[in-house]
């Protein structure tokens, strides 16, 4: 049963553009959101947060928007860099029995092309 | 400067050998996970803790056991039970839940059963 889901595996821009990656999630206790880019063979980077009592974040050219009814998020980068090609993760995380439980999706590999 | 260490980063073991992955971190951090990678699948969560000597199964747990003897130290050991370990492990670790949510992973490790 997969809590976090990143439905589409890819996706392709041009540099300069914006680049849009879209999550679901199917646990409505989830509290916090996370986004994580992954270089092959490296561990994840943190890239932004949000919490669930907000709608939107913003850093930088990353923007997190959060639609709690539709249990949707989405991460904006604009503009998009050749050097933002990467996978991205989205997750999520809830207290459970005490414990901060951090669950992942699939991923979506993010190719800015020059 | 603070963060979380992996080691090894690459390890080979025989079929029917027990290993373990040593994750330790110097930031304080209360909350420690262990996260395996496997083509196509994301991230899927082996284990966690929040506290010293409390630790909570993940997800995929079978054929994996961890210990938190010590709040920096967040040791996985891959035995084998576990009918396929080669993948690519990621230990994280997570500061006291507040406004800044943000999550450190260590550079991972490579399993590969020969």
């Known amino acids: 049963d997969q809590q976090v889901k990143q439905n589409s595996p890819s996706l392709s821009v041009q540099e300069g553009r914006i680049s849009i990656l879209n999550c679901d999630y199917t646990n409505s206790m989830f509290d916090y959101f996370l986004w994580y880019k992954k270089y092959p063979a490296e561990g994840p980077t943190f890239l932004i947060s949000i919490s669930s009592i907000k709608d939107k974040n913003e850093d930088g050219r990353f923007t997190v928007f959060l639609n709690k009814s539709a249990k949707h998020l989405s991460l904006h980068i604009v503009p998009s860099q050749p050097g933002d090609s990467a996978v991205y993760f989205c997750?999520?995380?809830?207290?459970?029995?005490?414990?901060?439980?951090?669950?992942f999706g699939k991923g979506m590999k993010l190719t800015v092309n020059p | 400067d603070g963060g979380i260490t992996q080691s090894p980063k690459y390890l080979f073991r025989k079929e029917g050998q027990n290993v373990t992955l040593s994750c330790e971190q110097n930031l304080n951090h209360d909350a420690m996970y262990w996260y395996r990678q496997d083509p196509g699948q994301g991230l899927r969560l082996i284990y966690y803790s929040q506290i010293v000597n409390d630790f909570q199964k993940g997800d995929i747990a079978e054929g994996y056991s961890v210990s938190r003897e010590k709040k920096e130290s967040f040791p996985l050991t891959v035995t084998s039970a576990q009918k396929n370990p080669t993948a690519f492990y990621l230990c994280?670790?997570?500061?006291?839940?507040?406004?800044?949510?943000?999550?450190?992973f260590g550079e991972g490790s490579w399993l590969t059963v020969v």
């Open positions: 994280a670790s997570i500061g006291t839940r507040g406004t800044k949510h943000t999550i450190y």
């Open positions: 997750a999520a995380s809830t207290l459970q029995g005490g414990s901060e439980k951090l669950v």
